[in-house]
């Protein structure tokens, strides 16, 4: 089903496979990991009725239609959650930004041999800019909500999207976790793996 226009102030997730361009070094296993992630988008947001989006290469921009603040963010965080869990079921990471802004979302326009579809406004832009190039950097599986033009918003509905730090640029959405209770022990696993990463590459330096 064809994404009506749009245009107005919401909620705009850039999501994207992490190690995609290692993963495309074998043609086979990059069409692999496509194939799951157009399904599991696809999947998500036929069963979501506020959230709409579309897929190009190993990225998926998300937006939500209807609904208050909270409803519009709860429904994203929803979808994202969902879309990260089918992936990771076949061992694919996600990295995610989500922005908050005027977003315009057009039908296809045709020309003779060109079509498009043009999308605009800040929150695409920020959460964009914010996936590809924010500090800190996003990591595997991560992610994040962007500060910047956020407005109000109750927390206390959303006891899994965190804020690190009073200076912290983000607040950082635990779509892996039940709860807010299960984040700091999640928080220690992860950088463990990261501490068994850097001692394999000491070994591997020795080694050799």
Same mark, same amino acid.
């Given at each position: 089903?064809?994404? #009506?226009?749009?245009? /107005? #102030?919401?909620?705009?997730?850039?999501?994207?496979?992490?190690?995609?361009?290692?993963?495309?070094?074998?043609?086979?296993?990059?069409?692999k990991a496509l194939k799951r992630f157009y399904q599991s988008g696809y999947n998500?947001?036929? =069963?979501?009725?506020?959230?709409?989006?579309?897929?190009?290469?190993?990225? /998926?921009?998300?937006?939500?239609?209807?609904?208050?603040?909270?409803?519009?963010l709860s429904s994203i965080l929803d979808a994202i959650e969902k879309i990260n869990?089918?992936?990771?079921?076949?061992?694919?990471?996600?990295?995610?930004?989500i922005a908050y802004g005027n977003f315009d979302y057009h039908g296809k326009i045709?020309?003779?041999?060109?079509?498009?579809?043009?999308?605009?406004?800040?929150?695409?832009?920020?959460?964009?800019?914010?996936?590809?190039?924010?500090?800190?950097?996003?990591?595997? /599986? #991560?992610?994040?909500?962007?500060?910047?033009?956020?407005?109000?918003?109750?927390? !206390?509905?959303?006891?899994?999207?965190?804020?690190? /730090? #009073?200076?912290?640029?983000?607040? !950082?959405?635990?779509?892996?976790?039940?709860? =807010?209770? =299960?984040?700091?022990?999640?928080?220690?696993?992860?950088?463990?793996?990261?501490?068994?990463?850097?001692?394999?590459?000491?070994?591997?330096?020795?080694?050799?």
């Open positions: 089903m064809p994404i #009506q226009d749009y245009s /107005g #102030q919401t909620f705009v997730a850039f999501t994207d496979i992490s190690g995609f361009k290692e993963l495309m070094k074998n043609d086979r296993n990059g069409l998500v947001l036929a =069963e979501t009725a506020n959230v709409e989006g579309f897929f190009i290469s190993d990225a /998926g921009v998300l937006f939500a239609r209807n609904g208050n603040v909270n409803e519009k869990r089918l992936m990771l079921e076949m061992d694919y990471m996600l990295t995610t930004s045709e020309f003779d041999g060109i079509e498009k579809n043009p999308i605009y406004g800040t929150a695409y832009v920020h959460a964009f800019l914010d996936n590809e190039t924010g500090l800190p950097k996003l990591q595997p /599986g #991560q992610c994040r909500l962007c500060k910047k033009n956020l407005p109000d918003i109750n927390l !206390n509905e959303f006891d899994r999207l965190i804020e690190k /730090g #009073q200076n912290s640029k983000h607040f !950082n959405f635990y779509w892996n976790v039940e709860n =807010e209770n =299960e984040i700091g022990d999640f928080e220690k696993n992860y950088k463990d793996s990261y501490s068994l990463k850097y001692s394999g590459m000491l070994n591997a330096l020795k080694r050799n």
